[in-house]
């Protein structure tokens, strides 16, 4: 069977989602959606992908339609991915899966009445330095005591990845914090039971905080330390510092090295060393298995609680 696709969102991380569905086998995209039909058109020339359009509900009305991957502003994602279920579609939906508690609310109580594979990008679980964490801990090899994490960009304007112009504004705590709190839970594989969380100024135009820090404890009394800010001129992206019982490991997306910088072989992980690709494959996997994939909605449901609980005592 081929799983035919919509994918939403022609931008920086629609591309990667394109690069790595080409490697793999049983899935072809067959329409793209995005908001400027110039600039679909020619990422849609480039993948060989034969519709266009810049309305989501003209392509979940194609009934060759099986699956929708939403690469689209965070603030869409609880109702497109609501509409996809709707329509009949499994869906794949890029972090964050919502920016609200009753966002991500509706759409688990939703998949759980329909049964369709709903999934959302939680890379981190399926990069493979994370993966090779993953597997030294549940081969009872390793323990996580703290992690700690440093998410940093040099985003004081409203641009994407690529450094193109936004059509929405990015958010530290609903996007950038969820895969860490999401993470760190999932490879203590124990829930989280206290969360603190500090903000610096909020930005005058952009109207967000541009740095926070936040504290998390596991229930098996792991610690997480997240620094995260938009104002660092430096090196870009999200740093995992592992420190456990046995070894400490830091992981850089896709790459693993030791406490003393040394470099780990993480190439016989997983089929792939592209984090992105690993998530689709898993994506589709779990629709032609017809099971519940890694990082479904429900399973990574309890990380918007506590994103919900820290938002709270920001406001306060």
């Known amino acids: 069977m081929t799983i035919k696709v919509a994918l ?3 931008g920086a991380f629609g591309v990667k989602h394109l690069d ?9 995209v067959v329409s793209l959606i995005s908001r400027d039909l110039e600039k679909t058109k020619e990422v849609a020339d480039k993948y ?15 009934k060759e339609v099986d699956a929708v991957i939403l690469c689209t502003p965070t603030q869409m994602h609880a109702e497109q991915t609501i509409a996809c279920l709707k329509a009949g ?3 794949q939906v890029e ?3 919502a920016d609200s508690l009753k966002g991500a609310q509706d759409v688990v109580a939703l998949q759980k009445q329909t049964g369709l594979v709903a999934m959302c990008g939680h890379t981190r679980r399926f990069n493979p330095s994370h993966q090779y964490v993953n597997q030294k801990i549940t081969a009872g090899e390793f323990n996580i005591q703290q992690m700690d994490v440093q998410t940093y960009f040099f985003r004081r304007t409203n641009t994407n990845a690529l450094g193109q112009p936004r059509s929405w504004t990015d958010h530290l705590l609903w996007h950038h914090a969820a895969h860490t709190v999401d993470l760190f839970a999932y490879q203590c594989n124990s829930p989280i039971v206290q969360a603190n969380a500090i903000q610096g100024p909020i930005h005058p135009t952009l109207g967000i905080a541009m740095d926070m820090s936040i504290q ?6 792991a610690i997480c330390t997240l620094s995260l800010s938009f104002n ?6 999200t740093f995992f510092r592992y420190i456990g019982d046995t070894a400490t490991y830091i992981a850089r997306y896709d790459d693993l090295f030791t406490g003393k910088e040394e470099k780990i072989d993480v190439s016989k992980v997983a089929v792939s060393m592209n984090g992105i690709e690993l998530q689709d494959r898993e994506f589709f996997a779990a ?20 994103l919900h609980d820290l938002e709270k005592q920001l406001n306060a």
């Not at 790595?20 to 072809?28: C, H, L, M, R, S």
């Not at 298995?289 to 449901?301: L, T, Y």
């Open 8 to 10: 939403a969102g022609a």
């Open 20 to 28: 790595g569905i080409k490697n793999i086998d049983g899935v072809e």
């Open 48 to 62: 060989g992908i034969g519709h266009i359009t810049t309305k989501l509900e003209d392509s979940l009305a194609m």
């Open 89 to 91: 579609k499994h869906v």
């Open 95 to 97: 972090i964050p899966l």
């Open 216 to 221: 998390l404890k596991a229930a098996n009394g």
């Open 232 to 237: 660092n001129d430096g090196p870009l992206g």
């Open 287 to 306: 629709i032609k298995e017809g099971r519940e994939p890694n990082s479904s909605v429900a399973k990574v449901f309890n990380c918007y609680q506590v």
